[in-house]
């Protein structure tokens, strides 16, 4: 197992141009953030990177692509909560067949 703590990765996009994010975690969970510290995820619908919102400790796509400004109130350096980090490296262990 191999972690990562904010390392600058470059990631491609579906509908757009690759984009450089800072990554924490490992290979069963990791969380990513605009160089700005804006936490982000993949949409697949749109095929781009958006801003993340928080909705019972987890995050989810604002629809707002990162080539965007951020929303004027969301917040910096978001964390999804313990648990719910903890079910989505399950699954990703699961999937992996690692458990």
């Given at each position: 197992?191999?972690?990562?703590?904010g390392?600058?990765?470059?990631?491609?996009?579906?509908k757009?141009?690759?984009?450089?994010?800072?990554?924490?975690?490992?290979?069963?969970?990791?969380?990513?953030?605009?160089?700005?510290?804006?936490?982000?995820?993949?949409?697949?619908?749109?095929?781009?990177?958006?801003?993340?919102?928080?909705?019972?400790?987890?995050?989810?796509?604002?629809?707002?692509?990162?080539?965007?400004?951020?929303?004027?109130?969301?917040?910096?350096?978001?964390?999804?909560?313990?648990?719910?980090?903890?079910?989505?490296?399950?699954?990703?262990?699961?999937?992996?067949?690692?458990?």
């Amino acid at each position: 197992m191999s972690a990562i703590f904010g390392e600058k990765l470059t990631f491609p996009q579906e509908k757009g141009q690759e984009i450089k994010l800072i990554v924490h975690g490992d290979e069963f969970y990791a969380q990513y953030e605009t160089e700005e510290g804006f936490s982000v995820v993949y949409d697949r619908e749109l095929g781009l990177f958006c801003y993340a919102f928080l909705k019972d400790g987890a995050f989810f796509s604002s629809k707002i692509p990162i080539s965007q400004s951020p929303p004027q109130d969301l917040e910096k350096h978001l964390q999804e909560a313990g648990g719910v980090r903890l079910a989505k490296a399950e699954q990703s262990a699961r999937r992996i067949g690692w458990r």
